[in-house]
């Protein structure tokens, strides 16, 4: 079938609308017709590395509806609402077996390769082969993906907020309510107040947790963050000491959690410090392959922290994102202040020129209606 995608064709250029030929899903995969989907930064990162297969038709945060299933497909049929999970995971590896499916391998060698999960592409564009990105390819009227990937949603559930959950909601509420597993009445405080640390303080807050102190550079995001629950906000470019600055929030006392949302390892630095004796660091931003974490040898056995490296925030798809969905349908999860502005997938290059300007909104997704 021949469709309209946002397609990279260069390197750090701006993608272009064409038009490209789709073939039918084979025995466990999905054709979904994409309704919305997000622009998020790792978009941007995939638009600007070298090493990217082009062409490639973008986007990883999508929600659509199922048109056509595979033969052997069970997890969803046609006519169902799915979100779309860019982490597939086989269930019977070491890690799924552990309970730990987000550590799955099996996506990731397709994934960099720019292929499906049996190393082929759905897609050509001028007669020849155009690459997935992320198994997913949202950035366009219709995509075939795996069946693992779709996970079933409501009815009710609105496409302009779905879609957000499969990558930047759920690893953001994943960060608090999965890998750090924040308890009732504890101290938490979550350093980078986009779209991801706004999750983690919702996923905090939801966990009961007595105290949320939200951690950024920017007075705006600190603002908004106020919204979704922060019981107090701390601007770290105003302090010479941030560890000590939320330690004296906290009443004196480090936080039993802290989450680095930021991918600087600086921060993770702060985070680690900032954070009390027995609590627990979790680092969910990306840090740089190059970069180096820095934290005080001295007396570190005595001290008891847990350091904890988090993908995906440790969900698990197919328990986790219909759950969000649920509470925001119940009214008890705030999706739709995520929204920046919606747009059409001709104007998607305003979500992309927005990541470089310092001055643009960023606790939140661009989302494209399609």
Known sequence: MKMRAAVMTEVGKPVEIRGVELDKPKANEVLVQIKATAVCHSDLNTLNDPTTPIPQVLGHEGAGVVVETGPNVTKCKVGDK?????????GTCPNCVAGQVTLCEMAFGPMFAGTLLDDTSRMTMDGKTCYHSSLLSTFA????????????????????????????????????????????GSSVAIFGIGAVGANAIQGAVLSGARKVIACDIKDDNLETAKQFGVTDVLNTQSVEDVAAAVKEINGGC?????????????????????TRKGGTTVVIGAYPADGQLTLPSGS???????????FYGDVNPFEDFPKIAELYLAGKYKLDELVIEKITLDEINKAFDAFHDPTAKNMGRYIVEI
């Open 254 to 274: 480090g936080v039993d959690y802290a989450i680095d949302c930021t991918g600087i390892p600086a921060v993770g630095t702060d985070a680690w410090l900032s």
């Open 82 to 90: 799915v979100a779309l999970s860019w982490v597939p995971f086989c």
């Open 141 to 184: 009227e219709y995509t075939v993906v795996p069946e693992l990937s779709c996970v079933v949603i409501p009815d009710e559930m609105p496409m302009a907020q779905a879609c957000m959950i499969g990558c930047g909601v759920a690893t953001g509420y994943g960060a608090s309510v999965r890998a750090a597993g924040v308890r009732a």
């Open 300 to 310: 570190f056995h005595r001290i008891g922290k847990v350091l904890k490296g988090s």
